[in-house]
C-alpha cells in the first residue's frame, strides 16, 4: 500500500490542481451512493420490480439534496473538457482527432456493458424468467446511462459552447417549464431541459476553465441564490422535494430536469467551488490523494457497473430461500433504510470485483498517453 501511495505521490504533477479530481470522485460517490439507497429491488410472487422508499417515506427527501450529485459532475466535465479543448489547439491537435480521443473514453466502457447485459438478458428470457423481471433488471441497468448521452453531445459541441453565459441555458429551462406547468403545454416540451439544464453547469465549468470566475463572490451567490430559488419553487410553486424520481409522483425533478432541480444543482456548484481551498489541503496528505487519484482512473468503470454490484448481490441473498430486509422487501418503514445501510459493503465488495474484471477498458490505448500526459500538464 505505501508503495503504492509513493507511486501516485510521485508521478503527480507538483501543480496539479487535486480539488478539482475531489470534486469529480465526490460526484461520482454521490451517484453510486444514492442509487444504492434509492432503488429496491422487491422479490413478490417470483417477479421483481423497482420500488423508491422516498415513495413512502417521503420526510427522507433531504437525502436527495446531498446525493443528487449531477450538477456537480457536469460542472466539473465542463471545466476539464474546455481545457482539454483549449490545450489541442494550442498544440495544434485537430477538432476531430480530440473529439475521437475523448469519446472513446466514453465509448469503449459502455460497449462493455452493452455486451454483457444482452447476454445476460437472452439468458434470462431463455431460462423462462419473467419478462417484466428481466426488463426491470435492464431498466436499472441502463437509465442512470441517459447522462452519457447528453455529456457526449455536450463534449462533442464544447467549441460552440464553451463561451456561452450559463444564463442562456437557464432562461430556455426557465421558458420550458412556464410552458409546460403555468400555460399547460405538451409534456414533451419538457425534454428540451435534457439539454438545456445540464448545459447550465457545463457553461459554469467552461467560465471556470477560462478563468471567468472569482470562485469566493461565485461560490456564495451561486449557494445562496440557487437554494434560495429552488427553496421557493419548492414550497409555493409545487415542485417536488426530491430531487431524484420518485414512482408514481405527478412531477420528477430529473426526468427531465426542472427549474428547481438545475437551481438546486447552481447551488451545489457554489458550494463546490467554495470548498476547493480546504479540499487543496486535504489533499495534501498522500494517502488521501491516492485514493481519489485512482478513484478517477477508474469512475467510468465505477458508474457503469454500480447497479450490476447491487443487483449481483440481491441475486445472491436469493439462495437464503426468504426475503432479506433491506435487499427484497417492500421500502416502506425505517427499518428498510438501517437494514439496506448494512448491506452497503456487500454493494461496494461487488463493485470491486466488477472493477477487476472490467476496469481495462476504461485504459487508454497506445495512440493516447500523449494527448492524456498533456491534458494533464495543462491542468496543472
Known amino acids: 500500500m505505501r508503495d503504492l501511495v509513493r507511486k501516485v505521490e510521485e508521478t503527480t504533477p507538483a501543480g496539479r490542481d487535486r480539488s478539482v479530481d475531489a470534486l469529480r470522485a465526490l460526484a461520482i460517490g454521490g451517484v453510486v451512493l444514492g442509487h444504492w439507497l434509492v432503488s429496491a429491488l422487491v422479490v413478490e410472487s417470483g417477479s421483481v420490480r423497482v420500488a423508491s422508499p422516498l415513495r413512502d417515506m417521503p420526510y427522507l427527501a ?90 457526449a453531445g455536450l463534449t462533442a459541441l464544447t467549441p460552440l459552447v464553451a463561451r456561452l453565459h450559463p444564463a442562456w441555458p437557464l432562461a430556455v429551462v426557465a421558458l420550458v417549464d412556464l410552458v409546460r406547468f403555468g400555460w399547460g403545454g405538451p409534456e414533451w416540451v419538457g425534454w428540451v431541459n435534457l439539454a438545456a439544464g445540464w448545459l447550465v453547469p457545463y457553461c459554469l465549468g467552461a467560465a471556470w476553465a477560462r478563468d471567468r ?34 414512482p408514481g409522483a405527478p412531477i420528477s425533478n430529473q426526468s427531465p430536469p426542472t427549474l428547481a432541480a438545475v437551481a438546486f444543482g447552481l447551488a451545489q456548484c457554489g458550494a463546490a467551488l467554495l470548498l476547493r481551498v480546504p479540499l487543496r489541503r486535504m489533499l495534501a496528505r498522500p494517502t488521501l490523494w491516492a485514493f481519489v487519484a485512482l478513484a478517477n482512473l477508474s469512475a467510468m468503470t465505477i458508474f457503469l457497473w454500480h447497479q450490476t454490484a447491487m443487483i449481483a448481490v440481491t441475486t445472491l441473498g436469493l439462495l437464503a430461500g426468504r426475503p432479506l430486509l433491506g435487499l427484497h ?28 474484471a472490467f476496469h481495462a477498458y476504461e485504459r487508454a490505448r497506445p495512440a493516447e498517453p500523449r494527448i492524456r500526459a498533456e491534458e494533464a500538464q495543462a491542468r496543472s
Request: with cysteine; hydrophobic share 60%; proline share 5%.
Open 62 to 151: 433531504p437525502v436527495s439534496w446531498i446525493l443528487q450529485t449531477m450538477a456537480l459532475f457536469f460542472l466539473v466535465g465542463g471545466q476539464m473538457t474546455a481545457r482539454s479543448h483549449a490545450s489541442a489547439r494550442a498544440r495544434g491537435v485537430g477538432y476531430g482527432r480530440w473529439l475521437r480521443v475523448r469519446a472513446a473514453r466514453l465509448l469503449r466502457p459502455v460497449a462493455a456493458v452493452a455486451v454483457v447485459w444482452s447476454v445476460v438478458a437472452l439468458v434470462m428470457l431463455a431460462s423462462g424468467a419473467d419478462f417484466k423481471s428481466v426488463q426491470a433488471l435492464a431498466k436499472l441497468v441502463w437509465s442512470p446511462l441517459w447522462f452519457l448521452l447528453v455529456y
Open 213 to 246: 470566475l472569482n470562485e469566493r463572490t461565485t461560490g456564495w451567490a451561486l449557494l445562496a441564490g440557487g437554494a434560495a430559488v429552488a427553496a421557493v419553487l419548492i414550497v409555493f410553486a409545487g415542485y417536488p422535494a426530491s430531487m431524484v424520481g420518485v
Open 329 to 356: 422487501t417492500v421500502p416502506g418503514e425505517p427499518s428498510w433504510l438501517l437494514a439496506r445501510l448494512a448491506w452497503l459493503p456487500a454493494f461496494a465488495l461487488a463493485l470491486c470485483v466488477c472493477w477487476g
